[in-house]
């Protein structure tokens, strides 16, 4: 019986991701950037994270702790080291901090207890993630644009945006001049990576052209970027990119 139950659930939450997430999927084979279309409205994706999606996360991976302990998980801080020391080779000048899509908040909670700076906010409209950031004693902003700041860190959180145009102008908008943003996403690096993936719930798909598509369009430059991870061809059964899974870079608001 409790086997039964397992199967039922998992079944489920299959139906629940394929009905949220079953507009039609594209992929421009020249900026390799797939999205949904018809877009997925805001209320529909905010209801989704709000209602199933970090709640279902939380009990399959444990990385992800929503239990308000007093420090994020060890293997989640050792993701945030790692894209530290990326952003850390850069040698950029900055003094405050939005975590965009902050989730369990251990990004912020590194720039803000481990590093020592003084102004992070986070930005994430989920109730579980507003908590997180009080316990860890982060600043909790609403909107984007009022509060300017000198980077935004951006982990897995852009390719879950309901408008990726809006968002972009806003993100930029909360810079300040010459400011930065840190973005790291899954490498949809080709169109057999975008055949291959189920992007529930993701609802844009980058890669290296893509930000330079972004960088083009919006008034940023590339400070530099890397791919991380295993390769697509060891990941998924059948593909043959040997590209690496994700993608890791800074822009700068010029």
Not at 56 to 72: G, H, M, T
Not at 88 to 102: A, E, P, V
Not at 205 to 214: D, E, G, L, T
Request: charged content about 25%; aromatic content about 14%.
């Amino acid at each position: 019986k409790l086997k039964i139950k397992k199967i039922d659930k998992s079944i489920k939450n299959i139906i629940y991701n394929r009905e949220t997430f079953n507009s039609n999927k594209y992929y421009c084979l020249e900026c390799k950037t797939g999205w949904h279309y018809p877009k997925i409205p805001k209320i529909v994706l905010n209801n989704y994270y709000e209602s199933f999606y970090w709640l279902n996360r939380c009990e399959k991976e444990q990385v992800f702790d929503f239990s308000l302990n007093k420090v994020p998980n060890r293997e989640r801080l050792k993701n945030i080291i790692d894209q530290f020391t990326f952003i850390n080779r850069l040698s950029l000048n900055y003094k405050s901090i939005i975590d965009f899509g902050s989730g369990d908040c251990a990004g912020g909670y590194y720039f803000k207890k481990i590093i020592g700076i003084e102004d992070v906010s986070i930005f994430d409209l989920s109730k579980a993630s507003r908590k997180i950031a009080k316990n860890y004693g982060l600043e909790i902003i609403n909107s984007l644009g009022l509060k300017k700041v000198d980077l935004i860190y951006s982990s897995h959180s852009i390719e879950h945006v309901s408008n990726l145009e809006s968002s972009l102008t806003k993100l930029k908008s909360t810079l300040n001049p010459n400011g930065y943003i840190f973005f790291e996403v899954p490498n949809i690096s080709s169109i057999e990576v975008f055949y291959a993936m189920p992007h529930t719930p993701h609802t844009y798909m980058f890669s290296i052209n893509s930000f330079k598509k972004i960088a083009q369009n919006f008034g940023f430059k590339i400070i530099a970027y890397e791919f991380i991870g295993p390769q697509w061809k060891r990941s998924f059964k059948g593909v043959k990119d040997n590209s690496k899974t994700d993608l890791r870079i800074c822009l700068q608001k010029i």
